[in-house]
């Protein structure tokens, strides 16, 4: 058996990613433009993908007992944003479902981005509310 290239393996995410945000961009009659990150590899505390006033972080992860993100993923992700950037967060652990973490402010405009208050949920459903929310936060 082939030993796995973690890098390849995280790229290959990321790339899956960008397609599945710009395909809703372009669904819902916005221009494509999510875009990896290739600057990640030689400058460190940068987000994978950026997008508008987002910064995305993507975790690709072997086996794990449940659907909760590994500890620093947040901090990381919350570092990479930095002021200037929402952070988000979408991660997969294998054979289990994609989830997404993101301030809870990002979906309720009476509540702002706190990266303390956040929201863990499946990437199919974060789809949806992105989707459902796409004018509003872009």
């Not at 652990?93 to 009476?110: C, K, Q, S, W």
Request: net charge positive; charged share 30%.
């Amino acid at each position: 058996k082939m030993p796995i290239n973690s890098r390849q393996k995280g790229a290959a995410f990321e790339r899956h990613i960008c397609k599945l945000l710009n395909d809703l961009l372009v669904a819902k009659g916005h221009e494509g433009s999510v875009k990896r990150n290739l600057e990640q590899y030689q400058t460190k505390g940068m987000a994978d993908l950026y997008f508008k006033n987002f910064a995305i972080e993507c975790k690709r992860y072997k086996e794990r007992s449940d659907d909760w993100p590994m500890a620093g993923w947040w901090k990381q992700t919350v570092e990479a944003a930095g002021d200037k950037y929402i952070p988000i967060l979408i991660f997969k652990y294998d054979r289990r479902e994609t989830h997404a973490v993101m301030p809870l402010g990002i979906f309720n405009p009476a509540l702002e981005i706190d990266t303390q208050k956040i929201c863990v949920t499946s990437l199919r459903h974060f789809l949806e509310i992105a989707e459902a929310q796409i004018a509003d936060l872009i």
